[in-house]
């Protein structure tokens, strides 16, 4: 079945760190793919997306790029700040299967000033 | 515009009570699905409903049922409540079923079963 692997965490960076949380899939057909945050509290939040290979999302300074060779949907930004700290979700949808979205675990991280 | 709604935010019930939680979907919305996120993991989908019609399912026992009413909102039922389901509940909306369409969440329902 389709299911999303996410580096496990949590991850802790300084304010202006690089970083990368990684993210592999496994599905059939042709999946969108999407990052999702949830700041303390709160529910999700679409932070990005990619429909088709070699597509780049972006937002915020955040990007990721649809790998079809290696199942894979990193989520990368040169430059954290203290207000991105928060769970990231990757997910997908894809046919067959309702249109949901399959997640993986999350991944918290802290950036510290 | 107004966005995903979901009430109660918390809610504290007994193991073998019934629960209901609700939705309102963002204006324009005609689908809504139903997520549960236990601590420290991530959202489960548990069903979907469009046009007033539950159209997928997840693997969930049917004691978690659902409607969706005309103006697209929705509740999520869950009968003899049992420990485990203790998690919060999310309610998403978006227009249409297309794979690449946004979801649009909501904040959630905090459900703690005792």
């Known amino acids: 079945g389709n299911s999303v692997t996410q580096m496990e965490g949590p991850v802790t960076l300084s304010e202006e760190a690089f970083l990368t949380i990684n993210c592999t899939y496994t599905?059939?057909?042709?999946?969108?793919l999407f990052w999702y945050v949830q700041y303390p509290g709160e529910g999700l939040q679409l932070l990005l997306k990619a429909t088709k290979a070699d597509d780049k999302g972006s937002n915020k300074g955040f990007e990721a790029t649809y790998r079809k060779e290696t199942t894979s949907f990193h989520l990368e930004k040169g430059s954290v700040q203290v207000s991105d700290s928060a769970v990231y979700f990757c997910?997908?949808?894809?046919?067959?299967?309702?249109?949901?979205?399959?997640f993986g675990k999350g991944t918290k991280l802290t950036v510290n000033p | 515009e107004t966005g995903v709604t979901q009430s109660p935010t918390h809610l504290i019930k007994t193991r073998g009570q019934q629960v209901t939680l609700r939705c309102s979907s963002q204006s324009g919305h005609n689908t809504v699905s139903w997520y549960q996120q236990a601590l420290g993991q991530g959202p489960q989908f548990i069903f979907q409903y469009y046009r007033e019609e539950e159209n997928g399912r997840g693997n969930f026992p049917p004691r978690f049922s659902g409607l969706q009413f005309p103006n697209y909102s929705s509740e999520l039922n869950v009968n003899a409540l049992e420990l485990d389901d203790s998690a919060l509940y999310l309610c998403?909306?978006?227009?249409?079923?297309?794979?690449?369409?946004?979801?649009?969440f909501g904040q959630g329902t905090r459900l703690t079963v005792v």
């Open positions: 998403a909306s978006r227009s249409g079923t297309a794979l690449n369409t946004e979801a649009f």
């Open positions: 997910a997908l949808t894809s046919q067959g299967g309702s249109e949901k979205l399959v």
């Open positions: 599905a059939t057909g042709y999946p969108s």
